[in-house]
């Protein structure tokens, strides 16, 4: 029998740790982000989302895993079902990309504080929305009044 001796090798990275770029999140990671989080707001299921926007299930949830690229055409038929602007999800996704940048430059608590002065300086407001379906009621993002992500 042989027995087997661990590797004690050291890995010499080519790059020093610091010195290696910070991977920016991918759009449709992020509008996939945003989608989901809607739609689990208004307690909705994938099929009644994907049955509003018109557009089938599996392409719904590749999306909203950020698997696909969506069109703009897209992308409104699934904010529209959700009772957003293509405007608002872009909005939502643009906050949520900044968050995420800013996460990855300064650290979770500087992150906190440039979220919160970055929403302040987009003018947005909120208005209810109630699901036809389920007659829930959601507020979002709309215009005139300022969001805030700081917890």
């Not at 089938?56 to 703009?72: C, D, M, Q, T, V």
């Not at 909120?126 to 917890?151: D, E, I, K, N």
Request: cysteine-free.
């Amino acid at each position: 029998m042989t027995s087997h001796v661990p590797n004690d090798a050291r890995v010499i990275p080519l790059r020093p740790a610091a010195a290696r770029a910070v991977r920016e999140p991918l759009w449709r990671d992020v509008v996939g982000d945003v989608l989901r989080r809607e739609r689990l707001a208004q307690e909705r299921t994938l099929k009644q989302v994907a049955e509003a926007a018109r557009i089938s299930l599996p392409y719904l949830s590749e999306l909203e895993r950020g698997r696909k690229e969506a069109s703009s055409e897209v992308l409104a038929a699934a904010a529209h079902a959700l009772g957003l602007r293509l405007a608002d999800l872009l909005g939502l996704a643009r906050v949520e990309l900044i968050r995420l940048t800013a996460v990855d430059r300064v650290g979770p608590d500087a992150a906190r504080s440039v979220s919160s002065v970055t929403s302040a300086t987009s003018v947005t407001s909120v208005t209810s929305v109630t699901s036809r379906r389920t007659g829930t009621s959601v507020t979002r993002p709309g215009q005139g009044q300022v969001l805030s992500l700081a917890a």
